[in-house]
């Protein structure tokens, strides 16, 4: 008992610190126009394109979709000016993201 008692503590641990970890990625994702190319956006979209979609938890998926949808562009906007590899990962991700069934708010 001791053992598998240790076992799920530690189980519970790292998965406390992988949410955290994640939570962590996913608020460095920059909605701001600006941040949109920005270093700490990219390093956050491919990180999470790297995640097996399983360990991310609902509430993280809905974040993470929520901040990306806030990039799509307004008809005003030209797509073309972040770049198509830009593009590329965000929407892959968005893709990944909605492969497992989650209610998302469209804005």
């Known amino acids: 008992m001791g053992t598998s008692a240790s076992a799920n503590t530690w189980i519970g641990h ?5 949410d955290s970890l994640v939570d962590t990625v996913i608020s460095m994702i920059d909605t701001s126009k600006a941040g949109r190319s ?5 390093v956050a979209v491919r990180f999470l394109l790297d995640v097996p979609v399983e360990v991310l938890s609902r ?6 979709m929520k901040a990306l949808v806030s990039y799509l562009p307004a008809e005003s906007d030209k797509a073309e000016a972040v770049g198509t590899e830009y593009w590329k990962s965000v929407l892959s991700l968005m893709v990944k993201l909605m492969g497992r069934p989650t209610f998302y708010e469209v804005r």
Request: charged share 30%; hydrophobic share 20%; proline share 12%.
């Open 14 to 18: 790292a998965k406390h610190e992988t």
């Open 38 to 42: 920005g270093p700490s956006t990219r």
């Open 59 to 64: 509430p993280q998926r809905e974040a993470a």
